[in-house]
């Protein structure tokens, strides 16, 4: 990083989770009628799998939630503490207290909102050969309401920010929420940045996710969630390029700034779609043996995007940082980094 940054120029609110991760047989998925790569919230039938998890499958605990990984991946790479702020809610309990600090150690600026009688979230991650399946147990953050924003001094941090980032997962919790940012955003021409986080959102969420679509800058996703967020329009699904140029060409409140759809398709080349234009930015392809798991890889990718989108970067320069961060992120657990981080620009 060249120059300083001003402190909470990044603002993002999201579900604080902390992953419990596993490597485990098939019928272990088969027993709870999950697939090798959902990611799904979690029903009264899924709760035994977390105590399952610690018990018989020598579980780790990682800090995760799919924006805070963004976020601390984006200041690991800043090498500046308190670029971005973070907001969601937790438990007050041990768990609440390991998320809090690794946030803190990476330079997040955390202020959760704090609800004392349920239990910090958590995400199961079952790990089948190079595929991973989420369960989110949202507990704690699903109980984020409007009110946490609206005091004045988390007010002042989102009045002062100048780059809004919010999943699409937050879009299950609290919409309210997502549209005043958006507002806020909108309002001081600032970009407003979005993920479509997974398949489900699009299918059980669409009426929150078209009502905050027209406010979104940049969204990201990958091949599973664009296919499904074209299927729940009723578009052709298939043609990836397609499906982000019809995103783009969306209903959009700030029509001077088009809309741009960044798709990620795993070790295929990342898709910038604009306008009528589509750009491919390769991706060096691990070898197996390199592989530790994937989990978190799309996250890291945006959080290497938006560690050099707040230094205004060309898009160009920050695709490539979000393939270096994915790329580091592969190589260890879950979503967390070792050593310093070797981008050049
Ligand atoms: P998870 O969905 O696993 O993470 P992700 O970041 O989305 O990673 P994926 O592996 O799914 O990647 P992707 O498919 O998005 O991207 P792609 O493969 O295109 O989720 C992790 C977190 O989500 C957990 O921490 C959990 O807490 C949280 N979470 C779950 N439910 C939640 C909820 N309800 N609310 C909040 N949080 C929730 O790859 C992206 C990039 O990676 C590529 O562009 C490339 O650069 C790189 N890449 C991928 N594969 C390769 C390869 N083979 N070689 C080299 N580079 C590669
Ligand atoms: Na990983």
């Not at 234009?277 to 991706?283: H, L």
């Amino acid at each position: 990083m060249t120059s300083t940054l001003q402190e909470g120029i990044l603002v993002g609110c999201g579900n604080p989770l902390l992953d419990i991760s596993a490597v485990v047989p098939l019928n272990f998925l088969q027993k709870y009628s999950m697939n090798e790569d959902d990611a799904i919230l979690a029903e009264d039938r899924h709760m035994p799998i977390y105590g399952e998890l610690v018990e018989d499958y020598q579980a780790e605990f990682l800090a995760g939630g799919s924006v805070q990984n963004s976020l601390r991946i984006a200041q690991w790479i800043l090498r500046q503490p308190r670029v971005a702020v973070f907001f969601g809610c937790v438990g007050e309990d041990r768990y609440a207290g390991i998320l809090k600090e690794k946030a803190q150690a990476a330079g997040l600026d955390v202020h959760y909102q704090v609800k004392k009688d349920v239990p910090t979230g958590t995400c199961a991650v079952l790990i089948t050969g190079t595929h991973r399946s989420l369960c989110a147990n949202l507990a704690a953050a699903n109980n984020f309401t409007i009110d946490h924003l609206e005091e004045p001094s988390n007010k002042a941090l989102v009045d002062n920010a100048q780059y809004y980032y919010i999943s699409g997962f937050f879009l299950t919790v609290n919409p309210p929420s997502i549209m005043q940012v958006a507002a806020t955003a909108h309002a001081k021409q600032r970009p407003f940045l979005m993920n479509l986080s997974a398949p489900f959102i699009s299918q059980f969420y669409m009426a929150p996710l078209l009502a905050a679509l027209p406010y979104v800058d940049i969204i990201f996703g990958n091949e599973a969630e664009a296919q499904a967020f074209a299927e729940a329009q009723q578009w052709p699904s298939g043609d990836l390029r397609e499906i982000g140029k019809r995103l783009v060409a969306m209903e959009k409140k700030n029509p001077a700034r088009p809309r741009i759809a960044i798709l990620t398709q795993g070790c295929d080349p990342v898709l910038l779609i604009q306008q009528d234009s589509v750009q491919e930015f390769p991706v060096t392809k691990l070898a197996v043996h390199e592989i530790v798991d994937t989990n978190g890889a799309g996250d890291a990718f945006v959080g290497g995007f938006l560690s050099q989108f707040v230094q205004g970067k060309s898009l160009d320069v920050c695709i490539r940082c979000g393939n270096y961060a994915a790329g580091h992120i592969i190589k260890n657990p879950g979503c967390t980094y070792s050593g310093e981080p070797e981008f050049v620009e």
